[in-house]
Nanobody, 116 residues
Framework: QVHVVESGGGLVQAGGSLRLSCVAS????????MDWYRQAPGKQRELVAFMTPAGFTNYADSVKGRFTISRDLAKNTASLQMNTLKPEDTAVYYC??????????WGQGTQVTVSA
């Protein structure tokens, strides 16, 4: 059975930092890409960053240079270090893996609010 729990969100001023964490259960996470998504009010969910099991990373242009994804394959966890936050980063953040995205499984997410 797969399960994912995100945490670490909160309210921060613009320019501040937050570190999001994701704890996943199920081998599907260990053998696939780990993704971080976000969904702002009234907008579609967007892919923010991902990391493959081999360590390859990719970032959305909007967060490149400010966000850093990491993961621990042994512990089945992932993190998203977010620096120099902007009000437009305000969203609910989710971690997931492509096979579960296709299956429409999502965790509860963690709210990030950046005040101007």
């Amino acid at each position: 059975q797969v399960h994912v729990v995100e945490s670490g969100g909160g309210l921060v001023q613009a320019g501040g930092s937050l570190r999001l964490s994701c704890v996943a259960s199920g081998s599907i996470f260990r053998i696939n890409r780990m993704d971080w998504y976000r969904q702002a009010p009234g907008k579609q969910r967007e892919l923010v960053a991902f990391m493959t099991p081999a360590g390859f990373t990719n970032y959305a242009d909007s967060v490149k240079g400010r966000f850093t994804i990491s993961r621990d394959l042994a512990k089945n966890t992932a993190s998203l270090q977010m620096n120099t936050l902007k009000p437009e980063d305000t969203a609910v953040y989710y971690c997931n893996t492509p096979p579960l995205v296709v299956s429409h499984y999502w965790g509860q997410g963690t709210q990030v609010t950046v005040s101007a």
